[in-house]
């Protein structure tokens, strides 16, 4: 759902800084931008964050998707976004894993891509079970609505 807006901005004081308090300084930013960094979101969602198995994907991704029903009940959009966030990156650490025996996807100290090791089907159908999750955010027209009403109203 790339949007135009405002980019994520790395200059806030984010350990100073309380976004449910403050969400006119939170921006959506692309991708995963930013989702160690908000609080008190990322106190509240990484600690169910893990990809081990997709057992543990299917519950982590489950928890997560219910704090995003529970942000999305209160109209905290930050809360749902920095959710959406957090089950975007388990897709991505998990495919990295499938990808990559190991999780190290580049050559140490360059930006060149190791070969592809032969996939970790353990880790794909973790990466799978939070896609499914994340792509349900994504697909949920409250979030579109607000994500755009958000960007549109600041950034």
Known sequence: MAMPGRAFDYTLDFGATDFRRHPELY???????????????????????????????RESAARIFALYE??????????????????????????????????????PGTREVLPYSEEDP???????????????????PEYARLVAEHKKRLG
């Open 70 to 107: 529970g942000y999305k009940a209160a109209g905290d959009f930050v809360g749902m976004d920095m959710a959406r966030k957090f089950l975007q990156m388990g897709h991505t650490r998990a495919r990295r894993y499938a990808n990559h025996r190991g999780g190290r996807k580049y050559k």
């Open 122 to 140: 353990v880790k794909a159908e973790s990466a799978r079970v939070f896609k499914e999750r994340w792509k349900a955010v994504e697909a949920d």
């Open 27 to 57: 921006r959506v930013g692309k991708g995963e931008q930013g989702v160690l960094l908000v609080q008190p979101y990322k106190g509240e969602i990484l600690p169910h964050w893990h990809f081990r198995t997709p057992e543990v994907a």
